[in-house]
């Protein structure tokens, strides 16, 4: 995500949330129990950014073979399911806060969401 001059970058298996605050029923009509409310035990926002995913370990990293040394390839991630525009359900205690810029943040990781909508 690009503010200005500055850049913040989303690594792993995280997505950067805009926070919503605590209401009854979410901007996209999911409504949340009272309880989880009260307590914030589940909080809503709109997804800014992603991180690239979970990296994947080369296969040539489990051979019996250390001295073979391959040729440098690129990292592979195993993709995530949110998307940039998703409002996601998400479980508080997960999430670390942070304020780039001014504007007030959580990161989370991708197994913090309960649930995904998209347009």
């Given amino acids: 995500m690009k503010k200005g001059r500055k850049e913040l ?13 605590g209401e009854e029923r979410s901007k996209v009509g999911l409504y949340l129990p009272a309880t989880a409310v009260d307590s914030q035990a589940v909080q809503g926002g709109t997804i800014v950014a992603t991180g ?7 296969v040539s990293d489990h051979l019996d ?25 998400f479980f508080r205690k997960a999430a670390v806060e942070i304020t780039f810029e001014g504007d ?8 913090a969401i ?5 347009e």
């Fill in 9 to 21: 970058i989303v690594v792993g298996d995280r997505v950067l949330i805009r926070v919503e605050d």
């Fill in 104 to 111: 007030r943040f959580l990161v989370v990781p991708q197994a």
């Fill in 65 to 89: 073979e250390p001295w073979r040394i391959g040729a440098a390839k690129d990292t592979r991630y195993v993709p995530l399911q949110a998307q940039v525009g998703d409002y996601a359900l």
């Fill in 52 to 58: 690239p995913g979970q990296p994947l370990p080369e």
């Fill in 114 to 118: 309960l649930a995904l909508s998209r």
